[in-house]
């Protein structure tokens, strides 16, 4: 990265690279971690167990899927210095046994984001559903709360103060 601003407290948006490697075998991808986080909050932010992994960009052809039971699986095709391929596959909560790095490639500012109002609200609910950190009244009052915000002109003000 050519330049990095360590400034706390505003929402960012990280894209972070991870490095797989399986034996000689490597391949990356690319996603973004956001919020009101560190650099290293965000390095560390990747949870495979329960979060579906939607890379931005992706060298070694790497998807999630679901299996009939419902447990999720993940595939990626790795490959060596001399271009020879490896097929890994495994349930997605063992990914983290194949990183081996973890890396900022770019950070911007909530000032620099174009996420609309809209798309900010859609993040919180997502985030609220899966978090697992919330009993289900507690979860439906905060998605309520997001649903009147979302709607007010409260929200609508304190959006436009954020930058």
């Avoid at 972070?16 to 009101?36: A, D, H, P, R």
């Amino acid at each position: 990265m050519e330049k990095f601003d360590s400034c706390r407290g505003k929402f960012r948006i990280f894209d972070v690279m991870f490095t797989l490697q399986s034996g000689e075998y490597k391949g990356s991808i690319v996603t973004q971690i956001q919020g009101n986080i560190s650099p290293y909050e965000a390095l560390k932010h990747l949870d495979s167990g329960c979060v579906a992994i939607n890379p931005e960009q992706s060298d070694c052809d790497f998807h999630e899927s679901e299996d009939y039971e419902g447990n999720w699986w993940f595939e990626a095709t790795l490959k060596n210095t001399e271009g020879e391929t490896c097929h890994i596959e495994n349930e997605c909560c063992y990914l983290e046994d194949y990183i081996v790095a973890a890396e900022i490639m770019k950070e911007k500012k909530m000032t620099e984001c174009k996420m609309k109002y809209e798309d900010m609200m859609n993040a919180l609910e997502e985030a609220v559903r899966s978090s697992n950190v919330l009993s289900g009244n507690d979860e439906q009052q905060v998605l309520e709360f997001i649903s009147e915000l979302r709607y007010s002109e409260a929200g609508w003000e304190v959006w436009d103060d954020i930058d």
